[in-house]
């Protein structure tokens, strides 16, 4: 009965810790190697095309070491000592002309349709404004009643008592927050510097620039929380200036809508609220 209750407890501990981490999908992590896990359409089609990209430049690499390595052994001084006079071979310079070309090519069909599918925005459920400023972000959801706040860096200090998971850089007071599932369009803007809204797991990376209005989307297919920066060098506090967005389901999104159209400021309350069913559901689930 003992060795049975210690198990339960385990289990409760692991549950309500995974509860409360696996919300954060979209984060950078200590030794990883190549892009986030795709959390859009987009960012697959990127990381299909950096994995193509891979294997080709790979092979290209191998086989100019094989060449260098087959110079050097066969034309040194030592197995060749009589050096030859030619300088042209008409056959080899073509060959050296026309593959590349025939590479390009080939890395540009996929690259031209990459670039169509991020420029054009399929038609959207809504659209949210986001603003940089130095430095923080403001946001505007003119769908949904035009409410507007300011999203500005949680200080280390805080970090650690912050009501949900929370990462060190990267999460703000008051994040973004969408539907799971839904096609946001996002204009981008700035009000006094260029600056940038990146988004790794959404493979968006768009300018912000002062009396300019840019353009791009996503549509997230998984809950959780996922984190940006700004990516333009915009001044002294460039590296504070961190990007979150949270997704979740639509009844959720539309309960921190209604109390964001109250006060922006405390509709965060809503997703306390959730993440705290969500940790007492695994609670339920693991004590049975």
């Keep these: 009965m003992r ?32 892009p986030q896990i795709a959390a859009t359409p987009v960012q697959e089609h990127i990381n299909d095309f950096h994995a193509m990209l891979l294997w080709i430049i790979t092979a290209i690499s191998v086989f100019v070491l094989a060449l260098l390595i087959w110079v050097i052994v066969r034309y040194n001084s030592k197995t060749n000592p009589k050096a030859g006079k030619f300088s042209h071979n008409t056959a080899i310079e073509m060959v050296w002309t026309a593959v590349p070309i025939l590479i390009l090519i080939w890395i540009a069909v996929p690259s031209f349709r990459l670039l169509y599918f991020q420029d054009v925005i399929p038609e959207a459920d809504f659209t949210i404004k986001a603003t940089g400023n130095q430095w ?42 969408a539907p799971v599932g839904a096609t946001v369009r996002v204009e981008v803007t700035a009000s006094d510097v260029i600056h940038n809204w990146a988004m790794p797991a959404f493979g968006i990376k768009m300018d912000a620039i002062p ?12 809950e ?15 590296a504070f200036m961190p990007i979150e967005v949270h997704i979740v389901p639509q009844d959720v999104f539309d309960a921190w809508v209604e109390a964001a159209n109250n006060d922006p400021y405390a509709a965060s309350d809503v997703l306390v609220a959730y993440y705290d069913d969500v940790r007492d559901s695994a609670r339920f689930a693991s004590v049975r």
């Design 136 to 177: 923080n972000w403001t946001y505007v959801y003119p769908d949904h009643g035009g409410f507007e706040y300011v999203a500005s860096m949680v200080p280390e200090d805080e970090i650690t008592a912050w009501p949900y998971s929370a990462k060190r850089l990267l999460t703000t007071d008051l994040p973004v927050v």
């Design 211 to 222: 009396g300019r209005l840019n353009e791009t989307w996503f549509r997230v297919e998984k």
């Design 224 to 238: 959780g929380v996922y984190y940006g920066q700004c990516s333009e060098l915009c001044g002294l506090l460039h």
């Design 3 to 34: 060795f049975s209750a210690v198990i339960g407890v385990i289990a409760a501990i692991f549950c309500l810790t995974a509860a409360a981490s696996a919300t954060v999908i979209g984060a950078p992590v200590d030794g990883q190697l190549g």
